[in-house]
């Protein structure tokens, strides 16, 4: 049983671009919330998506947006690159209405913005 | 105030010791409370949760949560090398309609058990 994978591992960007991260759920998982981890910090939400919408937004900015597909994947993209983005990008899956707290996470995508 | 307090350590043990992670929090809406580990440039990995207060064991970890204080607790018996990484605790409310809102953390406390 596959757990959450995550694309691309790394990358390395340049500030005012754009990026786009990948998240495959955990089988069974309709679910996926997406987290921003700085250096020596615990994770910070982002936002979640549930049946191709977003659910619930954390305290970001609108640079920050999502999409979830069909098939439950999902991407987040982040616009107009600061180098404060540079981070460790979580996404995390779960199933909706039983035992939804119970958040499962992928690898991570590490971000550098320079 | 943040809404989750854990002290960053690092917090060096020997090896076989008993160690004890705390969290406070301040929000009282919240109802679920996990423990993630997560090693060095991975991903948290779900170790236990806790709905409301009481204890739950599983193996060599105990977890604790205490409403009243707002305080919750993580206990490695016979700690391993292994078991040195960062331990994050984590809180979720959880509403009436169902479903749930993304986890609130910790910062992690940096555990090391040394040989």
């Known amino acids: 049983d596959a757990g959450v994978t995550q694309s691309p591992t790394h990358l390395i960007k340049t500030r005012g671009q754009q990026v786009t991260l990948r998240c495959s759920p955990k089988?069974?998982?309709?679910?996926v919330s997406w987290y921003q981890q700085a250096l020596g910090q615990g994770p910070q939400f982002i936002f979640q998506?549930?049946?191709?919408?977003?659910?619930q937004r954390g305290n970001f900015p609108d640079r920050f947006s999502g999409h979830q597909f069909p098939n439950y994947s999902s991407e987040l993209n982040v616009n107009a690159l600061l180098l404060g983005d540079s981070a460790l990008y979580l996404c995390?899956?779960?199933?909706?209405?039983?035992?939804?707290?119970?958040?499962?996470f992928g690898p991570g995508t590490r971000l550098t913005v320079t | 105030q943040k809404e989750v307090e854990q002290d960053p350590g690092p917090l060096s043990v020997p090896e076989g010791a008993i160690v004890s992670l705390n969290c406070t929090y301040s929000?009282?809406?919240?109802?679920?409370f996990m423990w993630y580990r997560q090693y060095s440039r991975k991903g948290p990995e779900l170790l236990m949760y806790?709905?409301?207060?009481g204890n739950k064991e599983d193996g060599r970890f105990t977890a604790q949560v205490d409403k009243s204080s707002k305080y919750i607790s993580l206990f490695i018996r016979d700690s391993q090398p292994s078991d040195s990484a960062t331990y994050l605790c984590?809180?979720?409310?959880?509403?009436?309609?169902?479903?749930?809102?993304?986890?609130?953390f910790g910062k992690g406390t940096h555990l090391i058990i040394q040989p």
């Open positions: 995390a899956s779960s199933f909706l209405g039983r035992n939804s707290y119970e958040q499962y």
């Open positions: 089988s069974g998982h309709d679910t």
């Open positions: 998506y549930y049946e191709e919408e977003e659910r």
């Open positions: 929000n009282s809406a919240f109802q679920y």
């Open positions: 806790t709905y409301s207060s």
């Open positions: 984590a809180m979720i409310p959880m509403y009436s309609g169902g479903g749930a809102d993304g986890l609130t």
